[in-house]
T-cell receptor, first 111, second 116 residues
Framework: DTEVTQTPKHLVMGMTNKKSLKCEQH?????MYWYKQKAKKPPELMFV???????INESVPSRFSPECPNSSLLNLHLHALQPEDSALYLC??????????FGPGTRLTVL | AQSVTQLDSHVSVSEGTPVLLRCNYS??????LFWYVQHPNKGLQLLLK??????LVKGINGFEAEFKKSETSFHLTKPSAHMSDAAEYFC??????????????FGQGTILTVHP
């Protein structure tokens, strides 16, 4: 299985809602990543987990809260988001910081 | 520190003609270099990678890239464009070490348009 899956594909939420994005991989990769991508821009790194521990936080606002329950799963909990947080959220995984494999993304709209 | 410059924000070709997408990089360490493709509203797909083995790298869908250390370039080519190649392409650098280990640096992207 060489796939990274993400759910949901689309999410619309209000500024007071709490929601979660989910990412899963079964390639045995020990590094997992969250990226945010705005239209016509490259992805921006948000968080890196290595061996289920948070290793990089790119100064992301606390309204985004990552979680890595096990080596295959990565969640991104969302709370009190702003309209400017609307974007495509991409998950990726890699083995020992080699090439990263990306999921299809979750298109998030904050109203 | 590392950086990536994609020299063209848009490239337009006719179907069946060659494709050239240009990328220059800088890195404090011997880098790994990648090209990714992104179709509209999709994730990124790895096309090919350079990791200090052969300087001419072959990827999927007929793409290839040549690593030229003296020119700090990693241009992406394809002999004959197909309509399905229309997408956005990202040149990406990953350092082999240092404090940025594991952090990818993306170019700004090149949008490839293929005309019938």
């Amino acid at each position: 299985d060489t796939e990274v899956t993400q759910t949901p594909k689309h999410l619309v939420m209000g500024m007071t809602n709490k929601k979660s994005l989910k990412c899963e991989q079964h390639m045995g990769h020990r590094a997992m990543y969250w990226y945010k991508q705005k239209a016509k821009k490259p992805p921006e790194l948000m968080f890196v987990y290595s061996y289920e521990k948070l290793s990089i936080n790119e100064s992301v606002p606390s309204r985004f809260s990552p979680e890595c329950p096990n080596s295959s799963l990565l969640n991104l909990h969302l709370h009190a988001l702003q309209p400017e947080d609307s974007a495509l959220y991409l998950c990726a995984s890699s083995q020992f910081y080699n090439e990263q494999f990306f999921g299809p993304g979750t298109r998030l709209t904050v109203l | 520190a590392q950086s990536v410059t994609q020299l063209d924000s848009h490239v337009s070709v006719s179907e069946g003609t060659p494709v050239l997408l240009r990328c220059n990089y800088s890195s404090s360490y011997s880098p790994s270099l990648f090209w990714y493709v992104q179709h509209p509203n999709k994730g990124l797909q790895l096309l090919l990678k350079y990791t200090s083995a052969a300087t001419l790298v072959k990827g999927i869908n007929g793409f290839e890239a040549e690593f030229k250390k003296s020119e700090t370039s990693f241009h992406l080519t394809k002999p004959s464009a197909h309509m399905s190649d229309a997408a956005e392409y990202f040149c990406v650098v990953s350092p082999a070490g240092g404090t940025s280990y594991g952090k990818l640096t993306f170019g700004q992207g090149t949008i490839l348009t293929v005309h019938p």
